[in-house]
């Protein structure tokens, strides 16, 4: 009996609950505990999930334009929930200050390195306006990395061999982009690096060994649409939330 029998949008069900446990986290909790340590990186989940059905998604959208659009409206729809979630809140105004650009914005941008890739025939041009996207990404959510891990998964596109190669990548590049800069080496330090990375670790597990590449029978236009919302939504709560407590 195969063991293959998460489709895509069970994954992305459990990519929102992981992240929602990373936000609550970071919003909420105290760092320096292990429950808190367990939530950030359990959280890690969402970002490698999300590009590896980015890149695989791309080849299979019926509308390269509307998929875009839709990236761009809801990264516009997300940027002050988002804000309001993780940036300083000061004065009697309440203002919120600006902390970057959100998740949906650093897939639009993922987005874009797919269209270059495809589109940009020049091969010092297409590494020019990658580059260029890679810098792009430092102000939002995810920077380097999210733009990184399109780039593997895509370069893996229907290889399993690749693909389990392109996790192994996302795994190194996310320690050395995560290491503790300044820290003295410790048992904690250690065990906190462990549960970070344990994210992006059962991500590629979960799609190299239990993906079975299809979607749900039924509901496909709910999930779709609720991919979309949730992330604005949840952030808003969180936000409004934090704000008034």
């Given at each position: 009996?195969?063991?293959?029998?998460?489709?895509?949008?069970?994954?992305?069900?459990?990519?929102?609950?992981?992240?929602?446990?990373?936000?609550?986290?970071?919003i909420?909790?105290?760092?320096?505990?292990?429950?808190?340590?367990?939530?950030?990186?359990?959280?890690?989940?969402?970002?490698?999930?999300?590009c590896?059905?980015?890149?695989?998604?791309?080849?299979?959208?019926?509308?390269?334009?509307?998929?875009?659009?839709?990236?761009?409206?809801?990264?516009?729809?997300?940027?002050?929930?988002?804000?309001?979630?993780?940036?300083?809140?000061?004065?009697?105004?309440?203002?919120?200050?600006?902390?970057?650009?959100?998740?949906?914005?650093?897939?639009?941008?993922?987005?874009?390195?797919?269209?270059?890739?495809?589109?940009?025939?020049?091969?010092?041009?297409?590494?020019?306006?990658?580059?260029?996207?890679?810098?792009?990404?430092?102000?939002?959510?995810?920077?380097?990395?999210?733009?990184?891990?399109?780039?593997?998964?895509?370069?893996?596109?229907?290889?399993?061999?690749?693909?389990?190669?392109?996790?192994?990548?996302?795994?190194?590049?996310?320690?050395?982009?995560?290491?503790?800069?300044?820290?003295?080496?410790?048992?904690?330090?250690?065990?906190?690096?462990?549960?970070?990375?344990?994210?992006?670790i059962?991500?590629?597990?979960?799609?190299?060994?239990f993906?079975?590449?299809?979607?749900?029978?039924?509901?496909?236009t709910?999930?779709?649409?609720?991919?979309?919302?949730?992330?604005?939504?949840?952030?808003?709560?969180?936000?409004?939330?934090?704000?008034?407590?």
């Amino acid at each position: 009996m195969s063991s293959k029998r998460l489709n895509r949008d069970v994954i992305k069900y459990i990519a929102m609950a992981t992240m929602l446990c990373n936000h609550i986290a970071n919003i909420f909790m105290e760092p320096g505990t292990l429950l808190f340590d367990f939530m950030i990186g359990i959280g890690y989940f969402t970002a490698p999930v999300m590009c590896y059905f980015l890149a695989e998604g791309y080849h299979y959208t019926h509308s390269k334009k509307k998929y875009a659009i839709r990236l761009a409206v809801f990264a516009v729809l997300s940027e002050i929930p988002f804000c309001m979630a993780f940036a300083e809140v000061f004065g009697s105004g309440g203002v919120i200050t600006f902390c970057g650009f959100n998740m949906i914005f650093t897939l639009l941008l993922c987005f874009c390195i797919l269209l270059i890739q495809e589109y940009v025939q020049d091969a010092a041009v297409r590494v020019l306006l990658i580059f260029l996207i890679f810098c792009v990404s430092v102000f939002s959510d995810w920077a380097i990395m999210a733009p990184a891990f399109t780039l593997f998964f895509s370069s893996a596109r229907g290889d399993s061999r690749k693909i389990k190669k392109s996790f192994l990548y996302c795994i190194v590049l996310f320690l050395l982009l995560n290491l503790p800069v300044g820290e003295i080496f410790s048992v904690r330090v250690l065990i906190s690096q462990i549960f970070y990375v344990s994210g992006v670790i059962l991500a590629g597990i979960i799609i190299v060994y239990f993906y079975n590449g299809k979607r749900m029978e039924r509901g496909r236009t709910f999930s779709k649409w609720f991919f979309y919302l949730f992330y604005p939504i949840h952030l808003l709560i969180l936000g409004l939330i934090r704000i008034f407590i």
